[in-house]
């Protein structure tokens, strides 16, 4: 089972998405979101190859994938297979531009 670990960005963006899901929807629209994370986290752990190919962040030295939490969210992940770790990069919300993500994963 590989270990998934939360960058800094990634652990902000879960933070941020909860205080503003809960802020315009409630905290039971939030809590139910955290548990989709927590959800796709565990699956990661065990399928490490469970999200495509993020196609914005090809030819990176990393090979990125992406899993969609909902229509709006997807988390950015890369799998370390020498150290059998999976390391999520961010939380990325699909309303803002496409270059930003480019940009954002460094």
């Known amino acids: 089972m ?8 990634s652990q902000a963006e879960k ?6 899901g809960r802020l315009n ?10 548990q989709k ?3 796709i986290q565990k699956k990661l752990e ?5 999200g495509y190919r993020e196609p914005l962040l090809e030819g990176r ?6 899993c969609h939490i909902n229509k ?8 370390d297979e020498m150290k059998d770790m999976v390391v999520i990069e961010d939380i990325w919300n699909m309303l803002r531009a496409p270059k930003n993500l480019i940009t ?3």
């Open 2 to 9: 590989a270990r998934v670990i939360l960058a800094m960005r």
């Open 15 to 20: 933070r941020k998405l909860y205080l503003e």
């Open 25 to 34: 929807f409630g905290i039971r629209v939030a809590n139910k979101t955290a």
């Open 37 to 39: 994370i927590e959800g």
């Open 46 to 50: 065990r399928f490490p190859g469970l």
């Open 61 to 66: 030295v990393n090979t990125y994938r992406a």
């Open 72 to 79: 709006r969210f997807k988390i950015i992940y890369w799998y």
């Open 104 to 106: 954002r994963v460094k």
